[in-house]
């Protein structure tokens, strides 16, 4: 068996998976680990150009996009690690972190997962590793008041104050980078495929969490997260997706009712933005007031296509 599987979900991004392959192969250490790519039907020549330029990458070519969840489960059944590292494919990995992160998780038995700190794309540190999902902060992220500093009370969802500087046990771990142990996966099973893009690993998360497992941020070292990769491509899909996997983590976890209002505050936001930009590009015609506008009357187009694909 092999010390670390690499899983690396591609679509679309053929020059920041080269960037990526490229930081990954180079910060392996003396590991013995194994890189599998799992590309999504890319139409950008990405799994050519791992087949070209990565030979020691394992490659698999899907003839559709199965999503984040079902591609990394796909991965997982394949690998032979003893941990499995989830990486985005719009990442840069920075020196020893992946050998650090794992002697880290070999010497805190109590931890089923961990995640490092990461950076945007400027350096700034990226808000990654946070709070649940609740009610509570949901209505602290869409009101705004989560951007706020004082009283650190507001900006507890995404644990603004904190600068990833120190270790401590977190909620949620970004799927950007996210390392867990083989036997835990066992234990608790693959990443739920009924989420296709996003809340997959916040669900798993949560399932780690109620399973008697610590998930631990350990600042041993740093990734670049560029984001927006192959979210970029979605345009408004992207909020609709986004709002459709907080309402069905709701409703898995918490039942109906929760899901309902967690529906409503989600949507009321997205009610108000559609109101705010439609209002702007009237008064004050431009581009952008026009383009968000637009964006959010098709966001609120798909609201009802949220509740029913995750409360049926």
Known sequence: MKDLSILIISWNTVDMLRDVLASTFAGLGNLDAEVIVIDNASEDGSPDMVAAEFPDAILVRNTDNTGFA????????????????????????????????????????????????VLNTDGTVQMTCGAWPSLLNLV??????????????????????????????????SGCYLLVRRPMVDEIGHLDESFFFYGEETDWCRR???????????????ITHHGGGSVKKLNHKRDIML??????????????LPATMAWTILNSFNLSRAAFWSLA??????????????????????????WSSTTA
């Not at 780690?208 to 740093?222: K, N, S, W, Y």
């Not at 968000?292 to 187009?301: N, Q, Y």
Request: charge should be positive; glycine fraction near 8%.
């Open 70 to 117: 079902a591609a990394n489960n796909q991965a997982m059944d394949m690998a032979r690690g003893r941990y499995f590292l989830l990486l985005n494919s719009d990442t840069i990995v920075h020196g020893d972190v992946i050998p650090a992160s794992l002697a880290y998780l070999e010497r805190t038995p109590q931890a089923g997962a961990m995640g490092c700190r």
């Open 140 to 173: 602290l992220l869409t009101s705004g008041l989560w951007k706020l500093r004082r009283p650190a009370f507001l900006s507890r969802y995404q644990m603004g104050t904190w600068m990833r500087d120190s270790e401590r046990p977190v909620d949620v771990i």
């Open 208 to 222: 780690i969490r109620d399973a008697g497992h610590l998930l631990m941020f350990a600042p041993v070292g740093e």
């Open 243 to 256: 709002t459709e996997a907080l309402v069905h983590l709701h409703r898995k976890h918490n039942g109906l």
């Open 281 to 306: 590009a009237l008064a004050r015609p431009s581009e952008r007031a026009r383009e968000r506008a637009t964006h959010f009357r098709r966001v609120l187009a798909g609201a009802r296509a949220t």
